[in-house]
Nanobody, 120 residues
């Protein structure tokens, strides 16, 4: 599967942004997720969604602020981000995942990343 993330930008704290990840290949067969990497830090998990879209799992710091969703008919993954904080600043990557519940692992298919910068 090939992935291309988009939708990043420079926004003010407290505002919203929606990221998209367009996929080709067997998108509907995979769990999908978002990761992020801030400058000088390791890439970290943000959110995951099952192949069906029925279940989702979030990293604690984004629970209640971010919503992951997918449209299998359009082969597109989304991340709606609300109440953004400066600490959300990072490059955001979409990825194909294996797993279920709260246990997800990247399969090695990554999008190119999209920059999100939140100013205070």
């Amino acid at each position: 599967v090939q992935l291309q993330a988009s939708g990043g930008g420079l926004v003010q704290a407290g505002t919203s942004l929606t990221l998209s990840c367009a996929a080709s290949g067997r998108f509907s067969s995979y769990g999908m997720g978002w990761f992020r990497q801030a400058p000088g830090k390791e890439r970290e998990f943000v959110a995951a969604i099952s192949a069906s879209g029925l279940t989702a799992h979030y990293e604690d710091s984004v629970k209640g602020r971010f919503t992951i969703s997918r449209d299998n008919a359009k082969s597109t993954l989304y991340l709606e981000m609300y109440s953004l904080k400066p600490e959300d600043t990072a490059v955001y990557y979409c990825a194909a995942l294996s797993g279920y519940g709260s246990n997800w692992s990247p399969l090695g298919y990554w999008g190119q990343g999209t920059q999100v910068t939140v100013s205070s």
